[in-house]
């Protein structure tokens, strides 16, 4: 009887993990510098994504944009293992959105962003001061132009199918009947001595 509860212990093991094998093949982001939704005052000279795996240059995507979406990112991305590095080159003060798409394992594509605020920019160009046309009536100052308040800066986004605690759970079970196994099997062991 012992026996056949291991060997059903083993099958149901068998069972929870095979399904999640696929899933944790996704790769996600475990991290960045600067972090999703930090303030920063010194603009980083570099922004850093660090991912669970390795992901492959070839299906990695990054963008940066800032403030009224200009393009903030100061050239291609750099890989080391698991970390992709991009030239920053900041502008105005204001929101930047770093977005992300790699590929996974499995093929699956992952993407997300992370929002970070740059407390302190590149100043704005001065007006030009050419003089009026003789004759000309003078004209008035441009008024600068109005802002909406930020909104608040939500959480990373990313898209995964399994989010992402599939294999953990996967994990803890089949540990869990190993355990139970290992206990039968040595109370059947010493049922006999």
């Known amino acids: 009887m012992a026996h056949g509860l291991l060997v ?4 149901a093991g068998l069972s929870v993990l095979l399904p999640a094998a696929p899933a944790a093949a996704h790769n996600s982001l475990t991290g960045s510098d600067p972090k999703n939704g930090a303030r920063v005052a010194t603009a980083p000279k570099r922004i850093e994504l660090r991912f669970l795996a390795s992901p492959a240059p070839a299906t990695t995507k990054i963008t940066i944009t800032g403030p009224d979406n200009v393009p903030a990112a100061g050239g ?12 920053f080159a900041p502008g105005a003060a204001g ?48 008024t600068p132009p109005t802002t909406s308040p930020a909104a608040p800066t939500p959480a990373a986004d990313e898209v995964d ?18 355990v139970l196994g290992a206990g039968l099997l040595l109370r059947r062991r010493s049922a006999r001595g």
Not at 102 to 124: K, M, N, Q
């Open 8 to 11: 059903l212990g083993v099958a």
């Open 76 to 87: 291609a991305p750099t890989f080391a293992a698991n970390r992709v590095s991009v030239p």
């Open 161 to 178: 199918d399994d989010g992402g605690t599939g294999w953990l759970w996967a994990i803890g079970v089949a540990v869990v009947l190993v």
């Open 95 to 142: 929101l930047y959105i770093v977005t992300y798409r790699i590929g996974s394992a499995d093929g699956h594509p992952v993407s997300g962003e992370i929002r970070f605020t740059l407390t302190t920019g590149t100043a704005a160009a001065p007006p030009s001061t050419t003089p009026a046309p003789t004759g000309a009536a003078p004209t008035s100052p441009a």
